[in-house]
């Protein structure tokens, strides 16, 4: 079984910043991409950042320079610096990540529970 667990969430004043942790635990082979999506009330989940394995980043344009997507592969473990943050920025975020996993091998998808990000004064 794969786990994905976020953490580093909570209540930021606008113009602060968090780090979101994401821990990967479970069978896992390779993290072929990680990535950050968040989902605000009454929105579509949307995609803030991903990472390949190659080291190859994208981010949404609303997030650019703000934000930093990073891993660590030997730890499984990816991270959202967010920096400057707006009101516009509060969501749940999600880990999401395609792993190659042990069983098979075979390559799946695979998303965490979320973690809420408040920013407000």
């Known amino acids: 079984q794969v786990q994905l667990v976020e953490s580093g969430g909570g209540l930021v004043q606008p113009g602060g910043s968090l780090r979101l942790s994401c821990a990967a635990s479970?069978?896992?082979?390779?993290?072929?991409?990680m990535a950050w999506y968040r989902q605000a009330p009454g929105k579509e989940r949307e995609l803030v950042a991903s990472?390949?394995?190659?080291?190859?980043?994208n981010y949404a344009e609303s997030v650019k320079g703000r934000f930093t997507i990073s891993r660590e592969n030997g730890k499984n473990m990816v991270y959202l610096q967010m920096n400057s943050l707006k009101p516009e920025d509060a969501a749940a975020y999600y880990c999401?990540?395609?792993?190659?996993?042990?069983?098979?091998?075979?390559?799946?998808?695979?998303w965490g529970q979320g973690s809420q990000v408040t920013v407000s004064s």
């Open positions: 990472t390949t394995i190659g080291g190859i980043t």
């Open positions: 999401n990540a395609v792993l190659v996993i042990v069983e098979g091998p075979r390559t799946e998808q695979f």
């Open positions: 479970g069978s896992i082979r390779t993290m072929l991409l």
